[in-house]
């Protein structure tokens, strides 16, 4: 945790140790483990989010801005972090990735092309640049969702037969939020229409995020999720999870991410080639990239890839086979002391325990049973008792987490899943009040 300094305190501390700038929105899953990997490496660190009220210290010490007027931010982090020894800048999530890359630009340290934070965050636009570099990736198509709705309209709307399975994609959500497959074109005008109230009810997107969707090519096949560093323009696979669940749709909830991969090293390999064919596209030359890729038959797909750590707590599981968080790996590469990790040989996975049921949540039971299955490690719980639960595809939220680690991949699974039945989730509905039972 953050220690308040007097001014004198801080100026003497500030002289004497680098500073990670720490660009996060607030509530981000992955601050708290980028601020105990900085504790560790001895690096102070400054918050820059919209908490200026947040009741969580951290964020309210930090640098107050909008992520929504992004140069008037850029100039508030470069004058209010200038005698803090800056030497890391990390955006956490998609949304402030090109903030911190420009900062980490004018502040003269290591950062991607700018662009590259666009790319990751525009599913259209790299869409387009993978396609013109000859990255593997599902056919797709940028289509108005009026277009949709209309039905007279030969522009969307009218997709032949023969091109169910499509899959519809918002361009700039993340966590799977109104991604949904669609078989026919019954269900086409339907998702369409929950995809615009979705996209509707956003705040922070373009117009033009707003208007449109991508309807790509369904690619059936075994899913996983790739974790790695890139320097000097090199990227280096760190682990790759498999996803023991199907994922057919229609909606797209990760639930099992267990690592080491089951996949042979012809395959891994393949992996690597365009995880890495995917950087020299996007720009990007240096800290962690997330991508997540579907196999046909043999040939990888590349479906999604960020310029950032994995999402949730997922990277928990990491230490396991790691021995050191990736939070620390990504801040040790950035200050010039990065120390090779290699992943042993230890099985290690985690449960992101799905929201099923929209409603109040009352309580979880079990988890004291859950807790006492062999290979367990953790349970965390992200959501309290009377928080409103939606389920996919427009809600983003997780329950929590299961941890489990054991000496073979299969008794991970096991476990994860046999702790998972041990609980019960208990939602009340959610009633809300109209002008008609006023």
Not at 73 to 82: C, D, H, Y
Not at 211 to 235: D, M, Q, S
Request: negative net charge.
């Amino acid at each position: 945790m953050l220690v308040k300094l007097n001014a004198q305190q801080a100026q003497k501390s500030h002289s004497a140790k680098q500073s990670l700038l720490l660009i996060a929105p607030h509530g981000s899953y992955r601050t708290m483990r980028y601020l105990q990997a900085a504790a560790r490496l001895d690096l102070n660190v400054v918050i820059v989010s919209e908490g200026e009220y947040s009741i969580v210290s951290e964020y309210a010490q930090g640098v107050h801005v909008q992520f929504s007027r992004p140069e008037e931010a850029l100039a508030i982090i470069l004058k209010e972090t200038v005698s803090n020894n800056v030497a890391v800048v990390i955006g956490t999530d998609d949304s402030v990735i090109e903030l911190a890359a420009k900062v980490a630009q004018h502040l003269e340290l290591a950062h991607n092309d700018v662009n590259a934070a666009r790319l990751a965050r525009r599913k259209d636009l790299s869409r387009d640049v993978l396609k013109k570099n000859n990255v593997p990736i599902p056919e797709y198509r940028l289509v108005k969702l009026d277009d949709l709705l209309d039905v007279s309209s030969e522009k969307g709307s009218n997709v032949s037969q023969k091109e169910f399975p499509l899959v519809i994609k918002p361009l700039s959500l993340s966590a799977s939020r109104g991604v949904i497959r669609i078989n026919n074109q019954k269900e086409l005008l339907s998702a369409a229409q929950r995809v615009k109230k979705l996209l509707d009810r956003q705040t922070d997107l373009e117009a033009f995020e707003i208007e449109r969707v991508l309807l790509e090519e369904y690619i059936h096949g075994e899913e996983i999720a790739v974790e790695g560093v890139v320097e000097n323009g090199k990227f280096k696979l760190l682990t790759i999870f498999d996803k023991p669940d199907p994922l057919h749709g229609p909606y797209f909830e990760e639930t099992y991410y267990i690592t080491p991969t089951r996949l042979d090293s012809v395959t891994v390999e393949e992996v690597s080639k365009i995880v890495q064919s995917a950087c020299e596209a996007y720009g990007i030359n240096t800290g962690p990239v997330h991508a997540e890729c579907r196999i046909r038959e043999s040939q990888v797909y590349l479906i999604e890839m960020a310029a950032r750590t994995i999402g949730g707590l997922c990277s928990d599981i990491l230490e396991y086979g790691l021995g050191c968080t990736l939070e620390e790996i990504v801040l040790k590469q950035a200050i010039g002391t990065a120390t090779e990790a290699t992943f042993s040989e230890t099985a290690a996975g985690v449960l992101m325990i799905p929201v099923t049921q929209q409603g109040i949540l009352r309580r979880i039971e079990g988890l004291l049973e859950a807790g006492k299955v062999e290979f367990i490690e953790d349970i965390n719980i992200q959501l309290r008792d009377g928080y409103e639960l939606v389920p996919l595809p427009e809600g983003n939220s997780y329950l929590g987490f299961v941890f489990a680690k054991a000496p073979s991949f299969e008794q991970v699974e096991r476990a994860l899943r046999t702790a998972y039945a041990c609980l019960n989730i208990v939602v009340a509905p959610m009633w809300k009040l109209t002008s008609q039972n006023v």
